[in-house]
T-cell receptor
Framework: DTEVTQTPKHLVMGMTNKKSLKCEQH?????MYWYKQKAKKPPELMFV???????INESVPSRFSPECPNSSLLNLHLHALQPEDSALYLC??????????????FGPGTRLTVL | GQSLEQPSEVTAVEGAIVQINCTYQ??????LSWYQQHDGGAPTFLSY????GLEETGRFSSFLSRSDSYGYLLLQELQMKDSASYFC??????????FGTGTRLLVSP
């Protein structure tokens, strides 16, 4: 299984809602990532989990809260978002290498719209 | 800061060869990767260079010059399905991947 799955595919939420994005992989990877991608722009790293511990937080606002319940699952909890947070949210995973080769496998993403 | 620059758009015809350049300025560097992303799709890995030189994988090749902070992706025998966005990305701090600005490749018949 070389697939990263994400749910839901699409999400529309109001600024006062609380929702969660989910990501799952069964490749035995120990590093998992959240990226945000705006239209016609590159993916921007948000968070990195390594061995289920948060290792990188790219100064993301606290209205985004990541969680890694186990080595296969990654969640992104959303609360009090702004319309400018509307984007494609991509999850990825890779073998946990300290340095060097780091092929990342991406999920199909969740397209989020904040009204 | 970190920056990776690519041409915004490249056009070519089927069967042609195209080169997509990437110049980078980063605080740490382990290697340069290339990813392909079709509209509405997820990025998919194409190649990785840690050392200077050319890496060949089928119709795609990737080149790196660490001294020049420069790399390129070479696509041969272009097909319509190669129309997509291509991103270079620098691996730094181990797991961190910083993506370039992206190049939209349009292949015409």
């Amino acid at each position: 299984d070389t697939e990263v799955t994400q749910t839901p595919k699409h999400l529309v939420m109001g600024m006062t809602n609380k929702k969660s994005l989910k990501c799952e992989q069964h490749m035995g990877h120990r590093a998992m990532y959240w990226y945000k991608q705006k239209a016609k722009k590159p993916p921007e790293l948000m968070f990195v989990y390594s061995y289920e511990k948060l290792s990188i937080n790219e100064s993301v606002p606290s209205r985004f809260s990541p969680e890694c319940p186990n080595s296969s699952l990654l969640n992104l909890h959303l609360h009090a978002l702004q319309p400018e947070d509307s984007a494609l949210y991509l999850c990825a995973s890779s073998q946990d290498e300290v340095s060097g080769y780091n092929e990342q496998f991406f999920g199909p993403g969740t397209r989020l719209t904040v009204l | 800061g970190q920056s990776l620059e690519q041409p915004s758009e490249v056009t070519a015809v089927e069967g042609a060869i195209v080169q997509i350049n990437c110049t980078y300025q980063t605080s740490g560097f382990y290697g340069l990767s290339w990813y392909q992303q079709h509209d509405g799709g997820a990025p998919t890995f194409l190649s990785y260079n840690a050392l200077d030189g050319l890496e060949e994988t089928g119709r795609f090749s990737s080149f790196l010059s660490r001294s020049d902070s420069y790399g390129y992706l070479l696509l041969q025998e272009l097909q319509m399905k190669d129309s997509a966005s291509y991103f270079c990305a620098v691996s730094s701090e181990g797991q961190k991947l910083v993506f370039g600005t992206g190049t939209r490749l349009l292949v015409s018949p």
